[in-house]
Protein backbone atom coordinates (compact mmCIF):
# COMPACT_ATOMS: atom_id res chain seq x y z
CA UNK A 1 0.00 0.00 0.00
CA UNK A 2 1.41 3.01 -1.12
CA UNK A 3 1.82 6.26 1.89
CA UNK A 4 3.26 9.52 2.03
CA UNK A 5 3.87 10.85 5.16
CA UNK A 6 4.93 14.64 5.59
CA UNK A 7 6.52 15.70 8.57
CA UNK A 8 8.57 19.09 9.55
CA UNK A 9 5.70 21.71 9.97
CA UNK A 10 5.44 24.03 12.76
CA UNK A 11 4.93 27.48 14.04
CA UNK A 12 7.77 29.96 13.06
CA UNK A 13 8.10 33.65 12.91
CA UNK A 14 7.75 35.34 9.68
CA UNK A 15 11.88 35.49 8.12
CA UNK A 16 12.54 32.11 9.19
CA UNK A 17 13.09 28.74 7.95
CA UNK A 18 11.49 25.17 7.93
CA UNK A 19 12.56 22.21 5.67
CA UNK A 20 9.20 19.33 5.12
CA UNK A 21 9.86 15.95 4.67
CA UNK A 22 7.84 13.79 2.40
CA UNK A 23 8.81 9.44 2.87
CA UNK A 24 7.19 7.38 0.28
CA UNK A 25 6.42 3.69 0.89
CA UNK A 26 5.69 1.06 -1.06
CA UNK A 27 6.81 2.96 -4.65
CA UNK A 28 10.40 2.88 -6.39
CA UNK A 29 10.73 6.84 -5.67
CA UNK A 30 13.18 6.85 -8.08
CA UNK A 31 10.87 6.34 -11.13
CA UNK A 32 8.26 9.24 -9.97
CA UNK A 33 7.39 13.19 -9.77
CA UNK A 34 6.88 14.10 -6.49
CA UNK A 35 4.31 17.78 -6.08
CA UNK A 36 4.42 19.73 -2.99
CA UNK A 37 1.31 21.32 -2.01
CA UNK A 38 -0.55 23.59 0.60
CA UNK A 39 -3.59 24.92 1.56
CA UNK A 40 -4.74 27.86 3.65
CA UNK A 41 -7.72 28.35 5.15
CA UNK A 42 -10.78 29.40 2.82
CA UNK A 43 -8.49 28.51 0.04
CA UNK A 44 -7.81 26.22 -2.70
CA UNK A 45 -5.08 23.25 -2.91
CA UNK A 46 -2.47 25.05 -4.83
CA UNK A 47 0.74 23.56 -6.08
CA UNK A 48 3.92 24.89 -4.97
CA UNK A 49 6.57 22.69 -6.99
CA UNK A 50 7.58 19.42 -8.41
CA UNK A 51 10.95 17.71 -9.12
CA UNK A 52 11.14 15.32 -11.80
CA UNK A 53 11.78 11.63 -11.40
CA UNK A 54 13.58 11.27 -14.76
CA UNK A 55 16.20 13.39 -14.01
CA UNK A 56 15.62 15.54 -11.20
CA UNK A 57 14.37 18.86 -12.61
CA UNK A 58 12.39 20.94 -10.46
CA UNK A 59 9.66 23.80 -10.84
CA UNK A 60 7.95 26.02 -8.75
CA UNK A 61 5.14 28.22 -8.18
CA UNK A 62 6.06 31.78 -8.69
CA UNK A 63 5.13 33.12 -5.14
CA UNK A 64 7.72 30.58 -3.79
CA UNK A 65 10.55 31.28 -6.32
CA UNK A 66 14.01 32.05 -4.98
CA UNK A 67 12.55 31.13 -1.52
CA UNK A 68 11.96 27.89 -1.72
CA UNK A 69 13.52 24.80 -2.96
CA UNK A 70 12.84 20.95 -2.86
CA UNK A 71 14.92 17.95 -3.38
CA UNK A 72 14.97 14.14 -3.13
CA UNK A 73 16.81 11.64 -1.50
CA UNK A 74 15.96 8.06 -3.33
CA UNK A 75 18.42 6.14 -0.83
CA UNK A 76 15.85 7.22 1.81
CA UNK A 77 12.79 7.14 0.05
CA UNK A 78 12.41 10.73 1.08
CA UNK A 79 11.57 14.26 -0.59
CA UNK A 80 12.60 17.92 0.86
CA UNK A 81 11.23 21.10 0.79
CA UNK A 82 13.20 23.46 2.22
CA UNK A 83 11.28 26.76 2.91
CA UNK A 84 13.58 29.81 3.64
CA UNK A 85 12.43 33.95 4.78
CA UNK A 86 9.24 32.55 5.29
CA UNK A 87 5.83 35.15 5.38
CA UNK A 88 2.59 34.93 6.91
CA UNK A 89 1.23 34.28 3.58
CA UNK A 90 2.78 30.96 3.53
CA UNK A 91 0.68 29.41 6.21
CA UNK A 92 -1.30 26.64 5.54
CA UNK A 93 -1.13 22.81 5.48
CA UNK A 94 1.56 20.98 3.39
CA UNK A 95 1.27 17.63 1.40
CA UNK A 96 3.08 16.25 -0.83
CA UNK A 97 1.89 13.94 -3.59
CA UNK A 98 3.29 11.14 -6.11
CA UNK A 99 2.63 11.36 -10.03
CA UNK A 100 3.27 8.15 -11.23
CA UNK A 101 2.30 9.16 -14.92
CA UNK A 102 4.93 11.73 -14.38
CA UNK A 103 3.24 14.51 -16.20
CA UNK A 104 5.48 17.06 -13.90
CA UNK A 105 2.48 17.10 -11.21
CA UNK A 106 0.01 17.36 -13.43
CA UNK A 107 -1.61 14.79 -11.55
CA UNK A 108 -1.74 13.49 -8.09
CA UNK A 109 -2.35 9.60 -7.84
CA UNK A 110 -2.01 9.59 -4.04
CA UNK A 111 -1.28 12.36 -1.01
CA UNK A 112 0.35 12.18 2.42
CA UNK A 113 -2.00 13.47 5.34
CA UNK A 114 -0.49 17.10 5.04
CA UNK A 115 1.76 19.27 7.84
CA UNK A 116 0.87 22.21 9.13
CA UNK A 117 2.96 25.43 8.91
CA UNK A 118 2.24 28.86 10.52
CA UNK A 119 4.10 31.84 9.96
CA UNK A 120 3.77 34.38 12.68
CA UNK A 121 4.25 38.08 11.78
Known amino acids: QVQLVESGGGLVQSGESLRLSCVVS????????IGWYRQAPGNEREQVSC????????SYADFVKGRFTTSRDNTKKTVYLQMNSLQPEDTGVYYC??????????????WGQGTQVTVSS
Open 97 to 110: AVDTGNYKCSYQDY
Open 26 to 33: ALTLDYFD
Open 51 to 58: ISGADGTT
